[in-house]
């Protein structure tokens, strides 16, 4: 997992002055471009980083942190066993190993007490359990490049049979995603969990370096919602303070969103409450839906009544 790599990319460069993308690549079995990334990630976590160019080029750690590279203050390892504890909430991860060693360093007692992590995702406990198994299945896959052979569910309930060589797993809006190639599609798509109703881990192998060197591209519009004034606690759950505005009888949201992403579970969550300003696009998917609730509750009420 992502985490792990950053931790020990992390112990490799306090213990080397520079080291080559190359070297890295090599040594944690991914491509150069994992590598970049992962060293973005160490920089936006607020680690010195830097890089040089050159013949004998590569990255490593400011002098002055290398320094101390053996003890990390009382808050960067409650930053890192807090991580650790949230990757494994969420995959039961042997991360506790690792966990309970930090905790018995010097200076960190009953951590614990101010860290707890229930749930990452918005599906009961019941269906979480039930998908402990395909995590399991699917870090397998990933760790060994091997492809899998699914049987899939779409939103509108169409059964497939596909062929996929997965590379990412992704928590997004509270439920479990699985980025990969699809034979089928010719193309990369992402993959909800749940929806993934058998799997097999096929013999044949795939190779990650290709899979990877593609990124799904968001495709980004604006979109303006009025709610009614009483779902202003609601809406601090999902939306920036920038991105609201209140007015005396009614709040304004605007804000930016992937349009890959279908949002009408979402709206449907306020009921009444919501109005689609724009895109109109939105708007009229929207109301598709409602008028096919509609017409459906219609006609059950028309059938219950014949005798």
């Given at each position: ?6 931790l ?9 002055e520079?080291v ?5 690549a090599?040594k ?7 590598i970049y990334?992962?060293?973005e990630s160490l920089?936006?976590a607020?680690l010195?980083v ?6 004998n ?5 400011m002098p ?21 504890k ?7 991860e042997?991360s ?5 060693k ?14 707890s992590?229930?749930s990452?995702?918005i ?6 359990q039930n998908?402990?198994?395909?995590l399991i299945?699917?870090k397998?896959a990933?760790?060994l490049?091997?492809?899998l052979?699914i ?5 509108s309930g169409?059964?497939?049979h596909?062929?996929?060589?997965p590379y990412?797993i ?8 699985l980025e ?5 599609r010719n193309d990369r ?5 749940t929806?993934?109703?058998n799997y097999?881990l096929?013999?044949e192998?795939?190779?990650a ?7 799904l591209?968001?495709?980004y519009e604006?979109?303006e ?5 009483d779902q202003?606690?609601?809406l601090y ?6 991105e ?7 709040i304004?949201v605007?804000f930016?969103?992937?349009n890959?992403r279908?949002?009408?579970p ?22 598709n839906?409602?008028n096919?609730i509609?017409n459906?509750?219609?006609s059950?009420?028309q ?5």
């Open positions: 997992m992502k985490i792990e790599r950053l020990s990319i992390l112990v490799v460069l306090l213990n080397n520079i080559s993308a190359d070297e890295l090599k944690f079995e991914v491509s150069k471009r994992t990334r992962d060293i920089a936006l607020n010195p830097v890089t040089f160019h050159g013949r080029g590569g990255v490593g750690l002055s942190y290398k320094m101390d590279r053996y003890l990390f203050s009382d808050e960067e390892k409650q930053k890192i066993i807090e991580a650790l949230i990757q494994t909430s969420m995959v039961h042997d506790q190993m690792l966990i309970d930090l905790e018995s360093l010097r200076g960190i007692n009953n951590m614990s007490e101010h860290f992590f229930y990452p995702t599906h009961r406990k019941e269906i979480e998908l402990q198994d395909k299945l699917l397998q990933i760790a490049n091997r492809k052979h049987e899939y569910v779409s939103q169409e059964i497939t596909r062929v996929i060589s990412k992704v928590l997004n809006g509270g439920s479990w995603y990969a190639y699809c034979e089928k798509r992402l993959f909800k969990l929806r993934i109703r097999t096929l013999d192998e795939f190779a370096a290709n899979v990877e060197e593609t990124d591209a968001p495709s604006i979109a919602l009025v709610f009614q004034r202003l606690g609601k759950d999902f939306f920036l303070e920038n609201i505005t209140i007015h005396e009888n009614y304004k605007v930016s969103f992937d890959n279908n949002l009408l979402f709206l449907f969550m306020f009921s009444s409450s919501v109005e689609i300003i724009k895109p109109e696009s939105l708007k009229r998917k929207y109301y839906e409602l096919k509609y459906k509750l219609n059950d009420t059938l219950s009544y014949i005798p």
